[in-house]
């Protein structure tokens, strides 16, 4: 194999390798983003003021992991693709900011400070990562990032379909648009072990946010 076929190989790799990270840990292989808590029945508004609420804690506040990344960042398509998340990723923030105010307060669940403080950590964590001096790090995080909202977006049109608050179109960029920037920038596999690890960091914070919500409405359910 030449090595010019040996770079395409692993450029492909990673690519592929991002989608399936996102596929297999990510918002839509998690079973409560989908459950019915979240969609039927009468306290479904609550559960819901309680997504909103905890995703703006993480999510809500600028700057976030893709502007920090930007930061880190000097590959041009990378910065690119960056500058349209950037843009993309201030909508998701307004359109979780008025969520969390149009589904009411934070429904009392038995444990609310300690909820409070692990999603205060996660943030922490989250900060940490798009700070990341390790080079692709960050940007890996801000890859998977943004191919995992596409199912955080789903429970959020759910929530304004309930509150009557307008959703916007989704600007982010695709996964096709992902993965050519993820392809030109993993040169190495060094970078291609960069960008796997700041993906699987941030899709552990997304998991461990699905969990801590799933466990409050399994304890609001036994009240």
């Not at 096709?176 to 914070?205: H, K, N, P, Y």
Request: proline share 4%; glycine share 8%; charged share 20%.
């Amino acid at each position: 194999m030449t090595i010019g076929a040996v770079e395409t190989a692993r450029s492909i790799g990673v690519a592929d390798m991002l989608v399936a990270l996102v596929k297999a840990d990510g918002t839509a292989a998690h079973a409560y983003p989908g459950a019915a808590p979240l969609r039927d029945g009468r306290d479904a508004l609550r559960n819901l003021a309680d997504a909103a609420h905890y995703l703006c804690v993480l999510h809500g506040r600028f700057p976030g992991v893709i502007d920090h990344a930007a930061e880190k960042t000097e590959h041009a398509a990378a910065l690119g693709w960056l500058a349209a998340a950037a843009e993309g990723f201030a909508v998701e923030r307004s359109l979780l900011t008025r969520l969390a105010v149009a589904t009411g307060p934070v429904p009392s669940t038995p444990g609310q400070g300690e909820c409070e403080a692990a999603v205060l950590q996660q943030r922490h964590a989250l900060d940490m990562l798009g700070r990341s001096d390790r080079r692709g790090c960050a940007l890996g995080a801000a890859f998977a990032l943004v191919l995992d909202w596409l199912a955080v977006r789903s429970v959020l049109e759910i929530a304004a379909r309930r509150v009557g608050v307008d959703s916007p179109p989704l600007v982010l960029p695709s996964e096709a648009e992902t993965r050519t920037v993820a392809m030109a920038f993993a040169d190495s596999a060094a970078l291609e072990r960069a960008l796997g690890f700041g993906a699987q960091q941030i899709l552990a914070q997304q998991r461990g946010l699905w969990d801590l919500l799933e466990a409050r409405q399994v304890a609001r359910a036994r009240l």
